[in-house]
Structures are given as C-alpha cells and as structure tokens.
C-alpha cells in the first residue's frame, strides 16, 4: 500500500519537475533533430550570450523587472488606502463591486477597448503606458485583497490606539502596519507575478515596442527559435521561484 | 462637575439615536448608565471618546470644551466589550503601550508597568502574547494599559459582557479596588441590573435615546422602568 502510494506520488512530482527539466535542458541546447531523443548539442553559449553579449535579452529582463517591481510596489501601496476608504465607506458594497469590473472582460478585450485613449494621451508603445494598462488589472485586485483586512476589529485596534493617545501616523506604524505587514507583502508577490507574466495587456498597450520577456518568447516560439524561448522561459521562471522561497522562508515562518 | 455633557444629539439618518442627553459626572466617581441593547449607551461613550460625532450639544472635561478635539487629544480611554490588546505585542508592551506613546524613559517604563502588573496580579504573564491569556486575564491587561496613562477620565462599554459570572464578579471587585486607589472617574455602560448597582455610584438609566440620572440608589429601585422592582419580585415569589 506504501509503495503504491510513493509511487503515485513519485509521478505526480515527476508531472511537475518534467517540464521544468525539458526547459532548463532546451536552454542548454544548440540542435536536436528528429528523430533524436536528446539534443544534438548542449552548450552554455545560450546562457553565455544573455550574460555578456545580448543586450536585447538583457534589457527585456530589467524592463520586465522594473514594470513589475513598479506595478506591484504602487497598486499594493495605492491598494492598501483605498481598501481602508472603500471598507469604512456607507457604500461599500456598490464601490467593490466596480473593483470587480475589470475582471469581467479579458485583460485583452479590456486593453483594446481602452486603447484608443491611450493612444490619444501617448501612453501607447511607452513603459509608463504599459505600468497603467497593467495597474488597471492589479489596482482593483489589491482593493479586493485587502478589504478583507480592513475589518470591524482592525478599526477598533484603531480607535484603541487613538483613545490611548496616539495620532493618525503613529496608530498606522505601531499598530496598523505591523499587523498587515504579511498582507502586504503576500499582495505585492501576487501583483509581481501577474504582472511578471502578463501578455495580453502589454502586447496590445506597447505595441511589440516594450519587450518584457514574456514577449520575447512568443517572438522567439514564432521564429522556432525553441533554444532561446525556453532560456527566456527559465528567466521568466526564476524570479517567482525565488519569491516563492522567500515566502516560504521568512513569511510562512513569521506567521506560525 | 468634572464632566459635563450638554444636550448632546446624535442622529443615522433619519434615526434619532441621541435625544439631548445631558449629564454631570463628579470627579473620582463612577457613573453606570444601565439600558438595552440599542438604546445608544456605545453611541454616547464614542461620541465623549471622540470616536463619533454629535450633531449638537458640547462636552466639558474639567471645565475645558473638549467637543472639537480629535480622540488622541482628549486623554480619554475607551475600554471595549473585547479587551482589544494589540496581537503583535506582548502583555509588557501592550501596557507600555501609551507610555511608549509619551516617550518616557526606558527605566521609568519598567518600573511602572511592572508596578502595575503586580497589582493586577499578571506579573508572571508579562512576556505571554495575547492569545496565550485567558479571557479574565486579558480584560486585566487592557485594564492596566488604560490605567498607566492615568487618564482622567475612564469610558467602559460593557468590559465584562464575555466573561463567565465567576471571572465576571473577580473582575468587579477588583474595579472597585482599583477606582479607589487610582481615583477614576468613569462612565460604566451595561446592560446587567446588578452590574450597574455593583459599580456605580450614580445611576443612570437609558432609553430609546434619552437618559435618566437618579440621585441614589432607592430612587433607581424604585422606578419600575429600570426592572429593579420586578427582579426583587420575582425573587421574592420563589
């Protein structure tokens, strides 16, 4: 019974690994032909072009994590605020449901409809253009998030800490802060990761002139270039990956 | 008086909660203001703690107009039917708290917290966070960080309302020591009879927004609306 149980196990793990393993292994790569099991050719000229020759590779990987950084870091700063004012406001109800909104319609139907304005303001083809089209998504998402945190307790810790003599900001560091400091980071991981991996939005918004990495594998899986699509997929697995250990590491340990 | 609350008016919409409650307050005294659920006893200590606003009416603090001061200027704690102690910080520091807040020294902390954590008998359990405390013990606490400050005026929305009838009567008793000793004076809002006799010193009575103060304890038993007459004969009939 054991035994049958590792073994299911076992597969489910190798489920999951296997792809990764293909893509770190592609990377790796220079030929395979059919009908070869294993690649013609392994070779660390793929990683080795990324680190010191391709700009263009290299660019697309700080573009994509200054975007994300940037994205994340305001929606969940703009998030948190707003969460507070729609909680504690006499129409809550109506102002979360306009939160819900934007993900009634596809993240692509929603940037086509919105850009014509965006063309009209000179926000298409630019990063800054890309950052708002991408807070559109993420913004109301953190307000969803938090207003769960902003509940009748957290306002009578406030109203605590007011009573006992404290102001507005000192209320926020000593007592409202700490207590969402994990709120706050587990919503800026999650606004990292969905702007890390958004397509739809920043194809359409940046018009193929901002190129995240999640655009330069579609570019690369559209020359067959599979060598290159799955080196930039490994770049677009890593800074999850280590975001995910940090949570795991610090966060989850906090917490217990 | 030390407190003055004058015609104080409060309404939600087109519902009057408030109906110009006025009242005196002398100091070192405890007022109990007995009345129903939803007759406006919370609505009154938020609005005194600043935590609401009136629509009319004034509040005097020692003869100073406090209507217009934010609640952290006011000096006024408020101790809720929860004891609210702050889950990040630890019995010590949540009874430092409002010290931490006026920046007194280190060594001065110290000594006065655990001053009080003798008196309050917790002094093993200073380093405990709160979900490590029972129920009797963290109305202790929340007591203690009300206390350290000193403030000059006490508003309590039925602390005891949780507690079983044990801890419940433990929890009095030790109020009534420590009234004295500390001098507070304070507004005791409840919705149990024999509560309001236990800790006031006046009475009050509250309904559908208006108050009645009483000016000893038989004028209370007398009046049939507080229910004191119909408790004493039911007891009677057994």
């Known amino acids: 019974m054991h035994k049958r149980k590792a073994i299911i196990i076992c597969f489910i793990v190798l489920c999951c690994i296997l792809?990764?393993?293909?893509?770190?292994?592609l990377s790796f790569s220079f030929r395979w032909v059919y009908p070869n099991i294993l690649p013609d050719v392994f070779t660390t000229d793929n990683w080795a072009e990324f680190l010191f020759r391709n700009n263009s590779l290299q660019n697309s990987f700080f573009t994509s994590l200054l975007l994300s950084i940037s994205v994340s870091f305001i929606a969940t700063i703009t998030g948190f605020i707003t969460a507070k004012w729609i909680a504690y406001h006499k129409r809550k109800n109506l102002l979360l449901t306009l939160a819900y909104f934007p993900f009634a319609l596809s993240p692509v139907i929603f940037a086509v409809c919105l850009k014509y304005y965006f063309l009209k303001l000179g926000l298409a083809g630019n990063i800054q253009g890309i950052i708002i089209a991408?807070?559109?998504?993420t913004f109301p998402y953190c307000i969803i998030f938090?207003?769960?945190?902003?509940?009748?307790?957290v306002r009578s810790y406030e109203n605590v800490s007011y009573t006992l003599g404290s102001t507005g900001f000192t209320t926020f560091k000593?007592?409202?802060f700490p207590l969402a400091k994990q709120f706050l980071l587990t919503c800026f991981f999650q606004c990292f990761i969905i702007s890390w991996f958004e397509y739809g939005l920043t194809n359409v918004i940046g018009y193929g002139k901002v190129q995240t990495l999640t655009i330069k594998v579609y570019q690369f899986i559209g020359e067959s270039n599979i060598f290159y699509a799955a080196l930039c997929s490994c770049l677009l697995i890593l800074p999850p990956v280590i975001l995910l250990w940090v949570n795991k590491k610090f966060i989850l340990q906090q917490s217990r | 008086m030390y407190l003055r609350l004058q015609n104080i008016s409060k309404t939600y919409g087109s519902k009057e909660i408030l109906k110009g409650i006025s009242l005196d307050v002398a100091a070192n005294n405890t007022v109990s203001i007995l009345g129903k659920s939803g007759c406006g006893k919370s609505t009154l200590l938020k609005i005194i703690a600043g935590l609401e606003k009136e629509n009319e009416g004034s509040i005097l603090l020692n003869n100073i107009d406090i209507t217009n001061r934010k609640p952290s200027a006011r000096n006024i704690v408020y101790l809720f039917q929860e004891a609210l102690l702050f889950p990040h910080l630890n019995v010590f520091e949540n009874i430092a708290f409002g010290l931490r807040l006026r920046n007194e020294n280190k060594e001065d902390i110290k000594n006065k917290v655990t001053l009080l954590l003798q008196q309050l008998e917790l002094e093993t359990e200073a380093l405990k966070m709160p979900d490590q405390l029972s129920g009797g013990q963290k109305q202790r606490v929340a007591f203690g960080r009300a206390l350290i400050i000193n403030p000059p005026l006490l508003l309590l929305d039925e602390p005891f309302s949780s507690l079983d009838v044990e801890t419940r009567s433990a929890m009095q008793q030790l109020y009534k020591s420590i009234a004295v000793a500390y001098n507070i004076t304070a507004l005791f809002v409840?919705?149990?009879?024999?509560?309001?006799?236990?800790?006031?010193d006046k009475i009050a009575y509250m309904e559908n927004g208006s108050i009645t103060v009483y000016q000893d304890k038989k004028d209370f038993i007398n009046d049939i609306k507080t229910g004191v007459a119909g408790e004493i004969n039911f007891w009677n009939s057994l």
């Open chain 1, 19 to 25: 792809p990764l393993l293909v893509l770190f292994m």
């Open chain 1, 134 to 137: 991408q807070l559109i998504i």
């Open chain 1, 146 to 153: 938090f207003t769960s945190f902003w509940n009748n307790k």
């Open chain 1, 174 to 176: 000593k007592i409202v």
């Open chain 2, 190 to 200: 409840t919705h149990d009879l024999k509560e309001s006799l236990i800790m006031g």
